[in-house]
């Protein structure tokens, strides 16, 4: 089963349309993914130590169906890594319904902040301070 998490709009969180505005969606990725990192046991302290972080490199939001306060919908968080410096963290916003609000592709690497450069293996460096990616796996 996917991760996911639930997310309640705000009435703040609205545009002059009523609706959630467009940059809100992408706060709503980084509720999933930041959940879905803790879900998979990623220690942020021990990362830190390490002198890595995770950088956003792209992020892009397809808009499906409104959102509009105080609607409920739940965020997932698919990680999906390759053999290069970058990795995928895909969000899908569902609505109570079932309705598919958005969908969010974020293109991420894992940053040595010494060296300001990727690290050539990130799900190997997070593993090491206990990332469990099948927590985050499509489908799991």
Not at 40 to 47: K, R
Not at 62 to 79: G, I, K, M, P, Y
Request: charged share 25%; proline share 3%; net charge negative.
């Amino acid at each position: 089963m996917t991760f996911r998490i639930p997310i309640q709009v705000r009435s703040y969180e609205l545009d002059a349309l009523g609706h959630v505005n467009h940059a809100v969606y992408h706060q709503y990725g980084e509720v999933a993914r930041v959940a879905g990192f803790r879900a998979a046991g990623c220690d942020w302290n021990e990362l830190g130590e390490k002198k890595l972080a995770p950088v956003l490199l792209s992020t892009t939001v397809n808009f499906r169906r409104e959102l509009r306060a105080d609607e409920h919908v739940e965020a997932s968080c698919e990680a999906k890594f390759g053999s290069g410096k970058s990795f995928h963290l895909d969000t899908v916003l569902t609505k109570a319904d079932g309705t598919i609000s958005a969908d969010i592709t974020c293109v991420l690497g894992l940053m040595d902040l010494d060296a300001r450069k990727l690290v050539a293996d990130p799900k190997a460096a997070l593993e090491a301070v206990g990332f469990d990616a099948a927590v985050l796996a499509p489908g799991s």
